[in-house]
């Protein structure tokens, strides 16, 4: 924080070059260096103020996914900062602790610009999570992982290619990118030297299409504290879960001294059909990365009974509004994006319920800016366990409606939309993606 109390950031996006295989070099953008972004720290009660400089040969915006804050900053396809220009958003968090990220947002063009290396995380801390004893050194025991799939051509520069769904058969591939290599921050073949017994890691899924199942070589048991838009209510033993673009967890894992075990992506159950199951990933396994720990390991707190996360609601509110949304053929309630017309209005602060249903055969993932939600139940079922909690995007399981209770931000704005659209980048970028405005 400077003299007038705003945390200012900095951010120039740039083209540049960089080593992502080994001794290949590959043009790639970034933010501030050649490839990603800088994570960006910040508490609740900050006063955020923002420098976005654009040095790409593109026009493209900067989103904050997962924050709350106005419109007219979220960094949504409206707001676009020309080649050369600089964009100043500033807003003040107002929001629980919780892991989010940011990446490019520009209507048409957000799967390639994610792709080529735009993308950095955010973690924003408050009072429950500096009360609550998690490891929370930086690069030491609390890890950012950014999980990305890149197709490389044979000569180690980046493949840009994205499947246009005009060129797809019979759904095969309509994903726009499946990658068959991995990278975890923008590092090939990745391993952590773990130095403690216990380790956080915030694992994003900032692919632009792929889903991850993920889990470790030797099902070792691990701890999720948190999922999108914050801390749970307390710590949840799993040995699997879901992460699909643009979703983020946290988890705590436990090492003896000399412990090695992977990170793996394992085959993920997709809930599609024959043979799009396997076209959209459902076949693949990937490690993700190696974790190695020393022969001495410092000690760890150890893993608190509660966490202090808001509780979820445990019913639809009396009342609540009631909205469906159909994500089919590229559509969402037959209706293509239309950066002119704005497709529902809330009323700021409210809680609604949000039925988002998967009316096809194809991999979708929600996601609204400017809310948080829970899922409350899937086609009338539990959600399954790594799905309970604050979020904001949303893989859709199966044919049946998830009910969401989504609550908005108390922020008011007529004219600047947010938007809700799914997370799959090819699909927003063919207009699966709708607008509201909160008043
Ligand atoms: Cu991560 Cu509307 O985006
Ligand atoms: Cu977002
Ligand atoms: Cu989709």
């Given at each position: 924080p400077s003299a007038d109390g705003r945390r200012h950031y900095r951010l120039t996006l740039a083209p540049g070059t960089s080593e992502l295989l080994p001794g290949r070099r590959t043009p790639t953008w970034g933010a501030n260096g050649p490839y990603l972004a800088p994570t960006l720290r910040a508490r609740r009660g900050d006063r955020v103020a923002m420098t976005v400089r654009n040095r790409l040969p593109e026009a493209t915006t900067l989103h904050w996914h997962g924050m709350l804050l106005p419109a007219s900053m979220?960094?949504?396809?409206?707001q676009m900062i020309p080649t050369g220009a600089d964009w100043q958003p500033s807003w003040t968090v107002h929001q629980s602790a919780a892991t989010l990220w940011y990446h490019p947002h520009p209507h048409g063009s957000t799967g390639s610009h994610v792709y080529r290396g735009v993308a950095g995380m955010i973690i924003l801390d408050d009072e429950h999570s500096d009360r609550a004893a998690l490891p929370r050194a930086y690069g030491v025991d609390d890890v950012p992982l950014v999980i990305q799939d890149k197709n490389f051509h044979a000569d180690g520069t980046l493949d840009l290619t994205e499947t246009k769904l005009a060129e797809t058969v019979a759904g095969a591939d309509n994903l726009g990118v499946l990658g068959d290599t991995i990278l975890v921050n923008g590092t090939y073949d990745p391993y952590f030297r773990v130095t403690t017994r216990r380790v956080r890691l915030r694992l994003l899924n900032g692919s632009n299409a792929r889903v991850y199942w993920l889990g470790f070589t030797d099902d070792r048991v691990f701890h999720q504290v948190a999922t999108d838009a914050g801390l749970l209510q307390r710590p949840r033993a799993l040995h699997r879960l879901l992460l699909a673009p643009g979703e983020r967890a946290e988890i705590v894992v436990e090492f003896a001294p000399g412990d090695e075990t992977v990170l793996r992506g394992f085959?993920?159950?997709?809930?599609?059909g024959f043979p799009t199951e396997r076209f959209m990933g459902g076949d693949d396994t990937f490690d993700i990365i190696a974790l190695r720990a020393a022969p001495r390991l410092e000690p760890s707190p150890a893993l608190p009974a509660r966490l202090d996360g808001a509780p979820a609601?445990?019913?639809?509110?009396?009342?609540a509004r009631r909205r469906h949304f159909e994500f089919t053929g590229l559509q969402i309630n037959g209706r293509t994006m239309d950066m002119g017309r704005v497709d529902e209005v809330v009323p700021a602060g409210t809680t609604e319920i949000w039925e988002v249903e998967r009316g096809d055969d194809w991999v979708h993932v929600f996601h609204v800016h400017g809310a948080v939600f829970h899922v409350l139940d899937i086609g009338g079922k539990q959600p399954p366990p790594y799905a309970r909690g604050p979020k904001d995007t949303f893989y859709l399981h199966e044919f049946g409606t998830a009910r969401l209770a989504v609550r908005f931000d108390t922020l008011t704005d007529p004219r600047a939309p947010y938007m809700y659209h799914c997370h799959v980048l090819r699909h927003e970028d063919e207009g699966m993606m709708g607008q509201f405005t909160v008043v």
């Open positions: 979220d960094g949504g396809p409206h085959e993920p159950s997709l809930h599609l609601p445990v019913a639809a509110p009396a009342g």
